[in-house]
């Protein structure tokens, strides 16, 4: 159980173009979801937090007109990276979470944004 | 604010030998303690967690970690590794409750390297 499907696994776009990466938890009701990025060799860096039917709550420095988080339902979260440029080239991963901190967090497995 | 260091950014060990991978976290609230693992180009996997109870907690793939309160440390242990152990390790801690609603912080993780 407990299970979140990310999609795509990889992207490549070109520069300029929005890119949609997919957050799905297919056996529970998420009702928080998180959105991480990686860099090489790093750690995960928190972008922002959503909660099913309202606003994403964005950690400091993150652009939330670029990074758009939509929570629409108990189960998908979608990040859209807008206006995509190379430096947005990253590992992008979602974790859901099924309460308080106690159930722990599933992550997806990730998408590698490519930038051209 | 709550902060997790892993003291260690790389861990090389042979094959069948033992090997702890070192973390310590600051909080001045009880924490949720996690150990995650990552392999190349994948989301992270539940190794363990601790919530309460008895301090020494098993995981997965034979690892353990043992909760240490008054030296806040929640060091990851497996008395020997294999070749497929090969990959980076993150801690972890969440709060419980309260307005953080349950986020993960994370250290900066170790890359364990098992050689044969």
Aim: aromatic share 12%; charged share 15%; hydrophobic share 35%.
């Amino acid at each position: 159980g407990a299970v979140v499907s990310q999609h795509p696994s990889r992207v490549i776009c070109k520069s300029g173009t929005s890119v949609k990466i997919e957050c799905r938890s297919l056996d529970f009701q998420a009702t928080t979801m998180f959105w991480y990025r990686q860099f090489p060799k790093q750690s995960l860096m928190l972008m922002a937090t959503s909660n099913e039917g309202s606003k994403a709550t964005y950690e400091q420095g993150v652009e939330k007109d670029k990074f758009l988080i939509n929570h629409a339902s108990l189960t998908l979260s979608t990040l859209t990276v807008t206006s995509a440029h190379p430096e947005d080239s990253s590992f992008y991963i979602c974790s859901a979470s099924r309460g308080q901190g106690a159930y722990g967090y599933t992550f997806g497995s990730g998408t590698r944004l490519t930038v051209v | 604010a709550q902060s997790v260091t892993q003291l260690d950014s790389q861990v090389p060990v042979f094959e069948e030998a033992p090997v702890e991978l070192r973390c310590n976290y600051s909080s001045s609230v009880s924490v949720y303690l996690f150990w995650y693992v990552q392999y190349p180009n994948q989301g992270l996997q539940l190794l363990l967690k601790y919530l309460s109870g008895s301090t020494l907690v098993k995981g997965i793939n034979g690892f353990e970690a043992e909760f240490n309160k008054s030296q806040t440390s929640f060091h990851l242990r497996k008395p020997s590794v294999h070749i497929s152990d090969t990959a980076e390790y993150f801690c972890a801690v969440s709060v419980p409750g309260g307005s953080t609603l349950g986020r993960l912080y994370f250290g900066r993780g170790t890359q364990l390297t098992v050689w044969p």
